[in-house]
Nanobody, 125 residues
């Protein structure tokens, strides 16, 4: 069982940066890949980025490469999402999630079984 809690969202201006955190619980957290997803009003939830359990590999949505960076600190049981050069279209609720099984690295939404409650990011122009 993995429990996840996001933090770090807020209201920012176009071009600003923001770092989201995802705190995981459980001794096995370091064996789980973690993904970030976002959902804007009226839109489906979409993949943002993911990172392996060790942090050795990452994957990004093509449209976000170069602006967003995912990282993790297993000593702190925390995964981060650094977001730079924010745009109004980045406005969404951001969720972190973990797959249903440990040591599975995937971008498929349906493979993620554990979800945080989400944190709101609003980019104002």
């Amino acid at each position: 069982q993995v429990q996840l809690v996001e933090s770090g969202g807020g209201l920012v201006q176009v071009g600003d940066s923001l770092r989201l955190s995802c705190a995981g619980s459980g001794r096995s957290f370091s064996r789980y890949a973690v993904g970030w997803f976002r959902q804007a009003p009226g839109k489906e939830r979409e993949f943002v980025a993911s990172i392996t359990w060790s942090g050795s590999s990452t994957h990004y949505a093509d449209s976000l490469k170069g602006r967003f960076t995912i990282s993790r600190d297993n000593a702190k049981n925390t995964v981060y999402l650094q977001m730079n050069s924010l745009k109004p279209e980045d406005t969404a609720v951001y969720h972190c999630a973990a797959p249903g099984r440990s040591m599975v690295f995937t971008t498929t939404l349906g493979a993620y079984a554990y979800w945080g409650q989400g944190t709101q990011v609003t980019v104002s122009s």
